[in-house]
């Protein structure tokens, strides 16, 4: 078992940046593979953001953050972090990381059911 926990989350304008941080809580933290998903509001399913590897050495990004988000791990402080640059208003959601338990060393997954483990969220807004 393992809790994860969001912070850096709140309201910025757009072309603004936000660096979310995901703290998990087992020093087995290099075991995970873990990934950054996003839900918006108004009923709409939680979506793929990006993904790492326990390794820290492959990463995978939905397309609409391409050359605009960074995932990074530090596996010493147990912690994944999401750096959002050139924001949009597009990219208003609540942001949750989430553990992968059964990834190998390099590999990532983007979908949900893959990952065993999530945090609470934590809410990021883009105004226009």
């Known amino acids: 078992q393992v809790q994860l926990v969001e912070s850096g989350g709140g309201l910025v304008q757009a072309g603004g940046s936000l660096r979310l941080s995901c703290a998990a809580s087992r020093r087995t933290f290099s075991t995970y593979a873990m990934g950054w998903f996003r839900q918006a509001p108004q009923g709409k399913e939680r979506e793929f953001v990006a993904?790492?590897?326990?390794?820290?050495?492959?990463?995978f990004y939905t397309d609409s953050v391409k050359g605009r988000f960074t995932i990074s791990r530090d596996n010493a402080k147990n912690t994944v972090y999401l750096q959002m640059n050139s924001l949009k208003p597009e990219d208003t959601a609540v942001y949750y990381c989430a553990a992968d338990a059964h990834a190998a060393w390099v590999s990532y997954t983007q979908r949900p059911v893959d990952y065993d483990y999530w945090g609470q969220g934590t809410q990021v807004t883009v105004s226009s």
């Open positions: 993904a790492i590897s326990r390794s820290g050495g492959s990463t």
